[in-house]
T-cell receptor
Framework: GENVEQHPSTLSVQEGDSAVIKCTYS??????FPWYKQELGKRPQLIID?????GEKKDQRIAVTLNKTAKHFSLHITETQPEDSAVYFC???????????FGTGTSLTVIP | ETGVTQTPRHLVMGMTNKKSLKCEQH?????MYWYKQSAKKPLELMFV???????ENNSVPSRFSPECPNSSHLFLHLHTLQPEDSALYLC?????????????FGPGTRLTVT
């Protein structure tokens, strides 16, 4: 089965700086890569996703890049704000099943 | 409000108890999921239902028994649990099953097994 690794497990940045979270996956057939944000005590919510036919996707201050050859994808948050503080999860999903494989999460703290 | 609700929000049960978790989605989705979220571990997909039919069962112990009476409701029946089963149990729904659909999560049930 698929194996998703996520780094770093914790990340602290100054407000206004950028944050980058990286994930690797093992199954080259995986073709859907969502990122979820989970604030303390709240449910995970999708913030951005990318499919394998695209190398980069951007939505305001967040962007995701995908390198299919190296089997890794990254979340980039620019101009971080305190409200970006949360746990971020990456996931990979192969096309021929009903599985989602999540990373272990990155706890991001944005220091005002 | 994402349209996925879960009850109860908190549950404490002994190892010999029987209890059930309930999930309801108001989004008109066709697929529903149960996940287990433990500290410092990845979200673990437990069960997937598509149009009320179970399509995935990820080697979950038989002390967890899912039920999906219709596409809007999902239950997780619990019996003779172990302390290591204490976790946050999240329900999710999506427009369809299979990869490529956004998962809409409920708020979760915080389960403590004593």
């Amino acid at each position: 089965g698929e194996n998703v690794e996520q780094h770093p497990s914790t990340l602290s940045v100054q407000e206004g700086d950028s944050a980058v979270i990286k994930c690797t996956y093992s199954d080259s057939a995986s073709n859907y890569f969502p990122w979820y944000k989970q604030e303390l005590g709240k449910r995970p919510q999708l913030i951005i996703d990318i499919r394998s036919n695209v190398g980069e996707k951007k939505d305001q201050r967040i962007a995701v890049t995908l390198n299919k050859t190296a089997k890794h994808f990254s979340l980039h948050i620019t101009e971080t704000q305190p409200e970006d503080s949360a746990v971020y999860f990456c996931a990979a999903s192969p096309p021929d099943g009903n599985q989602f494989y999540f990373g272990t999460g990155t706890s991001l703290t944005v220091i005002p | 409000e994402t349209g996925v609700t879960q009850t109860p929000r908190h549950l404490v049960m002994g190892m010999t108890n029987k209890k059930s978790l309930k999930c309801e989605q108001h989004l008109g989705h066709n697929a529903m999921y149960w996940y287990k979220q433990s500290a410092k571990k990845p979200l673990e997909l437990m069960f997937v239902y598509s149009l009320e039919e179970r399509v995935e069962n990820n080697s979950v112990p038989s002390r967890f028994s899912p039920e999906c009476p219709n596409s809007s409701h999902l239950f997780l029946h619990l019996h003779t649990l172990q302390p290591e089963d204490s976790a946050l149990y999240l329900c999710a729904s999506s427009p369809g099953a299979g990869g490529g659909f956004e998962q809409y999560f409920g708020p979760g049930t915080r389960l403590t097994v004593t």
